[in-house]
Nanobody
């Protein structure tokens, strides 16, 4: 069974920083596609950053230069370092992983529970 557990959300002032973490069990991040998404109020979930196996991350235009996605293979954890936060970054942030689990023959599209980020202006 694949589980993605996120942490690190919270309340921060505009211009501040937060780091989100997502740790996986049942799946090896370095061998799969991992992304951070966010959902603002009633809007559709949108891609923030995406890391394909062996590649450097790609970012949505609205976070380029402010957010950095990284991965610690020893901890099987991905991070989203968010800086210069704006009120419009307030959202629930989700970790996503797509690919094969560590159970032979099992794969899919997996989501974390989401973590709330609120940026006060």
């Amino acid at each position: 069974q694949v589980q993605l557990v996120e942490s690190g959300g919270g309340l921060v002032q505009s211009g501040g920083s937060l780091r989100l973490s997502c740790t996986a069990s049942g799946m090896i991040f370095s061998m799969n596609t991992v992304g951070w998404y966010r959902q603002i109020a009633e809007k559709e979930r949108e891609l923030v950053a995406l890391m394909l196996p062996g590649n450097t991350p790609n970012y949505a235009e609205f976070v380029k230069g402010r957010f950095i996605m990284s991965r610690d293979d020893a901890k099987n954890t991905v991070y989203l370092q968010m800086s210069s936060l704006k009120s419009e970054d307030s959202a629930v942030y989700y970790c996503n992983a797509r690919g094969m689990s560590t159970t032979p023959g099992r794969g899919g599209d997996f989501w974390g529970q989401g973590t709330q980020v609120t940026v006060s202006s």
